[in-house]
Nanobody
Framework: QVQLVESGGGLVQAGGSLRLSCAVS????????MGWYRQAPGKQRDLVAT???????NYADSVKGRFTISRDNANNTVNLQMNSLKPEDTAVYYCNARVFVKLYWGQGTQVTVSS
């Protein structure tokens, strides 16, 4: 079992920055990859960024160059630094962890970017 708790969302103006954190607990050593996804109202949940246990990262084209995913193994967190935010980044952001074929999700944190 893995538990995920997101934090750091909020309201920010376009061009601003936010840092999301995902606190991880449980069977941490079994996690092969972690990621951030987002879901805007009326839309499907989409990939934002992922990072493997080896540190390999992957980003959606829409956030490349603006967002950075990182792992803090000492504090068991996965972070998403979001810069140059745009109104279209507004969504609920979810943390995700993969253990073998099973996916675990956090409860989500709202990010709202005003124009």
């Amino acid at each position: 079992q893995v538990q995920l708790v997101e934090s750091g969302g909020g309201l920010v103006q376009a061009g601003g920055s936010l840092r999301l954190s995902c606190a991880v607990s449980g069977s941490i050593s079994s996690i092969s990859a972690m990621g951030w996804y987002r879901q805007a109202p009326g839309k499907q949940r989409d990939l934002v960024a992922t990072i493997t246990s080896g540190g390999t990262t992957n980003y959606a084209d829409s956030v490349k160059g603006r967002f950075t995913i990182s792992r803090d193994n000492a504090n068991n967190t996965v972070n998403l630094q979001m810069n140059s935010l745009k109104p279209e980044d507004t969504a609920v952001y979810y943390c995700n962890a993969r253990v073998f074929v099973k996916l675990y999700w956090g409860q989500g944190t709202q990010v709202t970017v005003s124009s």
